[in-house]
């Protein structure tokens, strides 16, 4: 069954470093996502990209964030200055229509 | 933030009997209605949904019952396996866009 692939499973950066999560969304679908989930917290919707820009975003999602898709496979996002507060496992996830969205099985992103 | 809510953390229930999850919400605006299941170090695997068209759909062991004037919905599992035994996250999408609200999860343990 075809899946969505995120890479890597897991990042550590310092506080004040740029990170890129990598993801591979599955191939025939359209609308591509990142959501993240800070440790005892809820899933939390970061973004939403479709024809090749941003469709939706959430507050979360300021000027330190911003997302890519530089070839057709695959689908980043960069945190261009992190904070401490920005540990927490990012998902990515993609959909063919507006139902069912498939997720990757997550980044974990700690900043120390 | 609270627009969807999953009030049972956890729930305990014996291979073979009926688990029940429910979630709540708050936005009228929501339209459609998820039911994801993770396992730890995994990202949410999608199990079924439903339109606000509708007040049942089925697959399998699965069904979801979407009560639209309590702004309730439920799923059931039957009969429960000790395979099914993760977090179950309730998710819901307005209709003026594809971001998922999601629910903070209830935890299914099914005993042997």
């Known amino acids: 069954e075809p899946e969505v692939t995120q890479t890597p499973s897991h990042q550590v950066t310092q506080m004040g470093q740029e990170v890129i999560l990598r993801c591979v969304p599955i191939?025939?679908?359209?609308?591509f996502y990142w959501y993240r989930q800070i440790l005892g917290q809820k899933v939390e919707f970061l973004v939403s990209?479709?024809?090749?820009?941003?469709?939706?975003k959430s507050e979360i999602f300021d000027d330190q964030f911003s997302v890519e898709r530089p070839d057709g496979s695959n689908f980043t996002l960069k945190i261009r200055s992190t904070k401490l507060e920005d540990s927490a496992m990012y998902f990515c996830?993609?959909?063919?229509?507006?139902?069912?969205?498939?997720f990757g099985a997550g980044t974990r992103l700690s900043v120390l | 933030d609270q627009q969807v809510k999953q009030n049972s953390p956890s729930l305990s229930v014996q291979e073979g009997r009926i688990s029940i999850l429910n979630c709540d919400y708050t936005n009228s605006m929501f339209d459609y209605f998820l039911w994801y299941k993770k396992y730890p170090a995994e990202g949410p695997t999608f199990l079924i949904s439903i339109s606000s068209i509708k007040d049942k759909n089925e697959d399998g062991r699965f069904t979801v019952f979407l009560n639209k004037s309590a702004k309730h919905l439920s799923l059931h599992i039957v009969p429960s396996q000790p395979g099914d035994s993760a977090v179950y996250f309730c998710a819901a999408k307005n209709n003026a866009g594809n971001m998922l609200t999601f629910g903070g999860g209830t935890r299914l343990m099914v005993k042997p």
């Open positions: 996830a993609s959909s063919v229509s507006r139902e069912k969205s498939y």
């Open positions: 990209f479709y024809n090749n820009e941003i469709s939706e």
């Open positions: 191939s025939n679908h359209l609308y």
